[in-house]
């Protein structure tokens, strides 16, 4: 009884993170070129065609909790050496956002990293590095972490402290408030 209720949600968790994605998983024939191609699956917990598999045979609670669609850089590395052509990138950030909705966050400096970064796009249309560099600090813990760095990057003009925004800053607002009517980024 107790299995056929694990089956199910994992099921749902399949059906819901194949919709998201646009991905449809029984597509990957388990061939390996996703994961013999990917820059970070050294320091992966599981390889990306081991996510995949996870999700297949319905073990996507394990997938939740993995490191590794965290670490994904959505290089793209894999869609492209793909013979089925499936998207490991949006698959990875579907299954990243359904452990977000979980609370299930397993890279927290990942996640921190990210939502800055998103943050500076939407309020200025392009990263703000110094503004992301200490929020990202701040929120991190580590509030000192690049503080040798920045005098010297100032001095060389590399890093302003003041942002630059982009002329159609609507457009960028307009894109991010697209995503969250479809049910996606930051809340």
Avoid at 24 to 45: F, N, R
Wanted: proline share 6%; hydrophobic share 35%.
């Amino acid at each position: 009884m107790e299995l056929a209720g694990s089956l199910r949600r994992n099921q749902t968790l399949k059906n819901q993170v194949e919709a998201e994605s646009g991905v449809v998983l029984s597509d990957c024939y388990q061939c390996g070129k996703c994961s013999a191609g990917c820059p970070v699956a050294p320091w992966m917990d599981y390889t990306p065609r081991q996510v995949i598999r996870l999700l297949q045979l319905g073990l996507g609670e394990v997938a939740l909790k993995s490191h590794t669609p965290w670490l994904c850089a959505s290089c793209q590395a894999c869609y492209t050496r793909c013979p089925r052509e499936v998207n490991l990138p949006r698959l990875m950030e579907a299954v990243r956002q359904e452990a977000r909705r979980r609370g299930m966050i397993n890279e927290k400096k990942v996640d921190i990293f990210e939502q800055a970064f998103l943050g500076t796009l939407e309020r200025y249309g392009r990263a703000h590095e110094m503004g992301l560099m200490v929020q990202y600090n701040l929120q991190s813990g580590q509030p000192f972490k690049d503080a040798l760095l920045a005098p010297p990057l100032l001095l060389k003009g590399k890093i302003s402290p003041f942002p630059m925004k982009i002329k159609d800053i609507a457009g960028i607002k307009n894109i991010f408030a697209r995503v969250r009517a479809r049910g996606g980024g930051r809340s």
